[in-house]
Each structure stands twice: as C-alpha cells, then as structure tokens.
C-alpha cells in the first residue's frame, strides 16, 4: 500500500507513522520510511500475514502524528491464507522382500499459493526405502507425483503407518497410508 502525505492548510511538520489499535495475532505492519519529512511525500506500507494468521477483512488505521497534530487515514485489506491438500490413492500397500510398488500421491492447491510443494516420506521400516518422482510439484492446480518404495531382502516385516508430507511456502499437509511388508 502506498501512503502519501501533502500540505495542508499550512501543515509541514514532519509525520511519525503508526498503526492505531491493536493488530490481529499473525498480522504485522511495516512503513519504509517510518516517516515523512515536512508533511510531504510517500511511504510504502507492507503489511504481512504469518502462517497462522486468520484469513477475513481488516481494517487499518494508519496514523501520522507531528506537534502539529495527529491524521489518521483508514485502509481495508483482505488477508487471504494459502491453501492446498495432498492426499494418497490407497490407504494400504503390500510390499514384498526383495519387491517394490508404488503410490501415487495427488495435490491440489485451493487458493494462494503458485509455489512447488516438496514431498518426503516418513515411518517407513528398516529395510525399506522410498522417493518420489518428480520429488516436487508446481501449484497451482491438481498434480501428482509417485511415491517409489523398495524393500531390501532383510526388510522388517510388519504394518507400519506411513506419513507422506507435503510443504508449500511453509505449510505442511500430511497423508497416511499403511504399508506391510511380507
């Protein structure tokens, strides 16, 4: 957001710049410069949203305060929070020593995001390995991925809970499936 002050009816003092009230959790707000000399000129406002924060409307007061006085302008802006999912085509798989299957992994961005989301696996048992081809995706959109999973001669028997991540711009979605090794 661009804020621009100009003289008026004699004011040219030079303006301290604030944020009236008190900011949602997750909201924070930034002026460069954090000042505008003699009442005249231009600060850029960044305000950013951390993960976390709560997606809706919010309205802002900006304040620029002098000896002179105290002006506030009033500014709305939508915080909109980046979302995707990430979920798996089976819920079971079946792995025999010395074998390997795959898995296919779908995700698909709702809104906000238009970055790659990385993918790794986790709980696999002794024995086993897995990765991914391609071993990231680019939003927007629906893409999918496969999961590669390996079991040595000597892998560990068992079911065991699998855990496929996904993480986009530092928000992570998780999907499970469970993988027994005969």
Not at 108 to 123: D, K, N, Q, Y
């Amino acid at each position: 957001v661009q804020l621009t002050a100009a003289p008026f009816n004699g004011f040219k003092s030079s303006a301290l710049l604030s944020v009236g009230g008190t900011l949602p959790s997750g909201i924070s707000v930034r002026f460069s410069p954090a000042s505008i000399a003699g009442g005249n000129g231009r600060s850029t406002v960044t305000i950013a949203a951390a993960l976390g924060a709560s997606a809706g409307n919010l309205t802002l007061n900006l304040n620029g305060a002098s000896p002179d006085g105290t002006v506030t302008a009033t500014t709305s802006i939508a915080v909109t929070i980046g979302q995707f999912s990430a979920a798996s085509e089976v819920s079971t798989v079946s792995l025999s020593h010395g074998g390997s299957v795959t898995v296919s992994v779908d995700t698909t961005e709702t809104t906000g995001f238009g970055a790659p989301i990385a993918l790794s696996v986790s709980g696999l048992p002794g024995g086993v390995t897995g990765s991914f081809s391609p071993s990231q995706v680019t939003s927007p959109g629906t893409a999918s991925t496969t999961l590669s999973l390996t079991a040595t001669a000597g892998a560990a028997k068992g079911s065991r809970t699998v855990t496929i991540r996904a993480t986009c711009s530092g928000v992570v979605e998780t999907t499970t499936f469970t993988l027994t090794v005969l």
